[in-house]
């Protein structure tokens, strides 16, 4: 998860208005560059590493040089292991010779009370700055590696809690436990509602809270949710969600939000407009369309219905679902 951390690093200041680069300097693991190089496209930032050269300080060191215009330079080293003497070796010459403004340790979550041998014996071989530990899920495996990161001096900076190059946040203590004892973590969902930067327009939030929500809106409600994370990461966050949702619940309640998207795809403008339209044969249509049952399809208006009528509930507050604190809908 090294490679990965780096990419998240860079998409973490990037959405935050600085300007990050990445450096390839891991010249020992075949496709580290090309992996690399794989997520900067993806996340729009610009790479520099050279297939051809061995020396991991000269990469480095002219990597800086053609990056020296960007807020943020990362950049990923090979992997580290207690035993591989000529890594530490190289780590304190890189360290010497581009002189970060700060040496990352990143942590394997899942490794448990091992994580303390892994840390100690790279903080005396550099002067660690801080550590960003990797796959945790909030599992008491994590929760043993942070236990042993922490003895080693070194603050725990950032975490990452999946695999997309969004999963990742900073470290703070108390968010994590309320996770872990299944208190949820509402401040960490308002912040990823914020940053998926959820804008209704004013026009379109009058007509919803009037009523006038159509099937068009809710499909743009769903894709809103998926910009947020998955959707048993949001359940997580709520109190007294983590441990009273069974997993096959959250699987299921996925499924259905996966299979409504669908179904509004496989739906004519016409009919995502205007609902009331539907018939037994258009029904029937859109169930075949869409690879579900007549019964999914039904099931799908049924909730629109409700979910129009709460809606118009919210006339009065003014505010539309999935907003956090600070994040008010002014409709006038």
Not at 303 to 320: A, C, D, I
Request: with cysteine; glycine share 8%.
């Amino acid at each position: 998860g090294k490679t990965t951390a780096a990419a998240k690093l860079a998409r973490y200041f990037q959405k935050r208005g600085l300007k990050p680069a990445l450096i390839c300097a891991d010249t020992y693991r075949p496709g580290a560059l090309d992996q690399l190089q794989q997520l900067a496209n993806k996340i729009n930032v610009p790479i520099y590493g050279d297939p051809k050269a061995e020396d991991p300080v000269k990469i480095a060191l002219e990597g800086l040089k053609q990056l020296s215009d960007r807020d943020i330079v990362i950049v990923d080293t090979a992997g580290r292991h207690k035993e591989e003497r000529e890594l530490i070796k190289e780590m304190k010459l890189l360290e010497e010779k581009i002189k970060p403004d700060e040496v990352m340790l990143v942590i394997d979550g899942t490794i448990g009370q091992q994580a303390l041998v892994q840390a100690k014996a790279f903080n005396e071989a550099t002067s660690i700055g801080s550590i960003l530990v990797t796959k945790l899920d909030g599992s008491a495996r994590g929760g043993g590696a942070l236990s042993a990161v922490v003895a080693t001096g070194a603050p725990i900076k950032f975490i990452s809690t999946g695999e997309k190059v969004e999963d990742i946040e900073p470290f703070v203590p108390s968010r994590f436990v309320g996770r872990l004892l299944g208190m949820g973590d509402l401040e960490t969902l308002i912040e990823k509602v914020r940053e998926a930067e959820i804008k209704v327009p004013e026009k379109k939030a009058k007509a919803i809270l009037s009523g006038r929500f159509t099937l068009t809106d809710m499909y743009e409600q769903f894709e809103a949710m998926k910009g947020i994370g998955p959707f048993r990461k949001l359940l997580k966050m709520l109190p007294g969600m983590s441990y009273n949702v069974p997993e096959e619940m959250l699987d299921m309640a996925e499924d259905k939000l996966e299979k409504w998207r669908v179904i509004i795809q496989s739906m004519t403008p016409a009919e995502r407009e205007n609902p009331k339209i539907f018939n037994a044969s258009r029904i029937r249509r859109v169930a075949r369309g869409s690879g579900t049952s007549e019964k999914d399809v039904k099931e799908l208006l049924k909730q629109y219905v409700l979910m129009r009528k709460m809606l118009k509930t919210l006339r009065r507050k003014k505010r539309l679902p999935f907003f956090g604190k600070g994040m008010p809908v002014d409709v006038g």
